[in-house]
Every structure is written in C-alpha cells, then in structure tokens.
C-alpha cells in the first residue's frame, strides 16, 4: 500500500522548517522532499490499516510543526 501527501505551505522556507521538523520521525515510515512550498510525502506500508494509521500519525505530526513554525515566524 502506498500514499502520497502534497502538503502546501505559504513558501519554500515554511515547508523545509516543516519536513525538517518531521525528519527525525519519518525513517522507515516515509519518504518526504520539499519541492518550492510543498511538501511531498510518501508513505508505505504493508496493509490498509497500517497506512491510515502512519497517515494519521504523520498529520498529526504536520499539524503540530505548522503550530511551532508559525509561533517562530511572529
């Protein structure tokens, strides 16, 4: 099973603070590249429910960078 996210964000340093943030999390579950202001993550696994999962995790994890990169940039 496999996934790809495209996560947009304001610019290309807002998405490389982000998957920066997520890089320490993402080895062996996915495989994540910043392209101008998304990020591009892929993500495999062996079985749907193993997939929802790391995608759930894995936005949860965005969601709390995206928090951290904003209270940084003000």
Avoid: Q
Avoid at 7 to 32: K, N, T, Y
């Amino acid at each position: 099973m496999r996934c790809v996210l495209e996560l947009a964000f304001a610019d290309e340093a807002e998405a490389r603070a982000v998957a920066g943030a997520l890089a320490p999390d993402d080895a062996g579950f996915v495989r994540a590249r910043v392209e101008g202001p998304r990020v591009v993550a892929e993500i495999e696994a062996r079985s749907p429910m193993s997939l929802l999962h790391t995608i759930e995790d894995y936005l949860a994890c965005v969601a709390v960078a995206e928090k951290a990169v904003g209270a940084a940039r003000r």
